[in-house]
C-alpha cells in the first residue's frame, strides 16, 4: 500500500509475523514488511502496541542490526563481496526501502511524554531473532529477489564510496 505508484524492482513484499518468548516468559509480538523501491529515499515507519513511535527506538535499532548484518551475510556467502572488501553500510541497506516494523509488548518503555521513541530493549532483541531467521530463510528461498536487493545495496555502496573519493579529492 505504501509503495503505490512507486517504481519497485521487484512486487514481493517481505512480511513476518511470529510471536517470541523472552527471559521471565513474557511474549512479544514482531511483525514487519518491507520492499525496496528505486528510490533513494527510505522510509521507515514503527509502532509499539498499535502506538505510532515516530522516533523509532529499540525495535527501529533491532530492524536496522539484523537487516545489514543478514545482508552482509548472504552477499559474502553468495560472493558478491569478497571476504575481505568492506561490508554494507546501515545506510546502504536502507537506500530505497520502505518498511513498517510493529512490536506488541507487556509493558512497554516509552522515552518521553509523547510516546513517540520506545525504549525497551527485548523489543530490540525479539526484532534480530524473528526478522534475522525469517529474512535468512526468505533470501535462500528467492534467490532471484535476494539478487535484485543485493545489487541495488552494491550500487548504493558503490556511490558512497564514489561520493567519499570526490570528497576528498
Known sequence: FLNRGQN????DVFYVNKEISI??????????????????????????NNIHTP?????????????????NDY?????????EEEGFT???????????VSVKLPDPQFEGQTKAK???????????????EALQSYLDKSPDIAKVIIAKVILAAKARIAAK?????
Not at 29 to 47: H, K, M, P
Not at 90 to 100: A, M
Not at 120 to 128: C, F, G, I, N
Open 8 to 11: 519497485v524492482p521487484y512486487e
Open 23 to 48: 527471559e521471565g516468559g513474557k511474549k512479544i509480538l514482531v511483525e514487519t514488511a518491507f520492499q525496496y523501491t528505486n528510490d533513494i529515499q527510505a522510509r521507515e515507519i514503527s509502532f509499539a
Open 55 to 71: 522516533d523509532g527506538g529499540m525495535h527501529l535499532t533491532g530492524f536496522r542490526t539484523t537487516l545489514t548484518r543478514t545482508l
Open 75 to 83: 552477499a559474502r556467502k553468495n560472493e558478491y563481496i569478497k571476504k
Open 90 to 100: 546501515g545506510d546502504d541497506v536502507r537506500e530505497g526501502l520502505t518498511v513498517v
Open 118 to 132: 520506545l525504549g525497551t530493549p527485548d523489543a530490540r532483541t525479539a526484532v534480530e531473532t524473528v526478522v534475522g
Open 165 to 169: 573519493a570526490a570528497r576528498e579529492t
